[in-house]
């Protein structure tokens, strides 16, 4: 079964700071990776996904994300967050044949003022 | 363009007690996905539906847990008896055939 790692359950910045949010997967084969976003009382929205081609893959808002196949790794990224980007992310993988999305725990943004 | 509806927002039961949770799809969209989320963790999937065929569910506890998507589009997810662990956030989700999953709002269940 595939498993998503997210490394980071809890992250907490300043606004204007960098980001990088990692993500790794198990599943060696073909995949379609996927960043969700839950900002605080809303549903979870899609903020980018990879499917193949270009493994730099920008989402809305600013983020981007690098798909690196030697490492199993498909990290977050955004150069300055902005106190609007507090919420969960969440890092999904589908791929070997399931169509369901393999989630990984989640990482609670914390932006400062 | 409408998203995934799902209903109720909300749900407290006492334990033992029946429950049952619906979600609309996107417009068009034949596939759809039923997900639990529980406190702390990501979503995990349920069952999976193309059109009103059940094509994996092989995640659903079926001693308790049932679904069903009569006409293709419209799906009732089903807990009886509903135990204290099944507590959690139940996500409705939709698709294309082979595209990406659009999610809805969830339903939150507390069972006492």
């Known amino acids: 079964a595939q498993s998503v790692s997210q490394h980071n359950h809890h992250v907490i910045l300043s606004e204007a700071a960098s980001l990088e949010l990692g993500c790794n997967y198990s599943?060696?084969?073909?995949?379609?990776l996927f960043w969700y976003v839950q900002y605080p009382g809303q549903h979870l929205q899609l903020l980018l996904k990879y499917f193949s081609g270009d493994p730099l893959v920008k989402g809305i808002k600013g983020f981007e994300a690098e798909f690196i196949k030697s490492k199993f790794s498909f990290n977050l990224r955004k150069p300055s967050v902005q106190w609007s980007d507090t919420a969960e992310y969440f890092c999904a993988v589908k791929g070997g044949g399931a169509d369901g999305l393999t989630f990984g725990k989640g990482t609670h943004l914390i932006i400062q003022p | 363009e409408a998203g995934v509806v799902q209903s109720p927002r909300y749900k407290i039961i006492e334990k033992k007690q029946p429950v049952a949770f619906w979600c609309n799809p996107i417009s068009g969209h034949n596939t759809l996905y039923w997900y639990r989320q529980n406190l702390g963790q990501g979503p995990e999937l349920l069952i999976r539906y193309e059109n009103e065929e059940a094509v994996d569910d092989s995640q659903l506890p079926k001693d308790r847990f049932s679904a069903e998507r009569l006409k293709g589009v419209d799906s009732t997810l089903k807990i009886q008896p509903a135990e204290l662990g099944d507590s959690a956030v139940y996500l409705c989700?939709?698709?294309?055939?082979?595209?990406?999953?659009?999610f809805g709002p969830g339903t939150r269940l507390l069972v006492l």
């Open positions: 599943y060696g084969g073909t995949v379609n």
């Open positions: 989700a939709s698709s294309e055939r082979v595209g990406t999953q659009y």
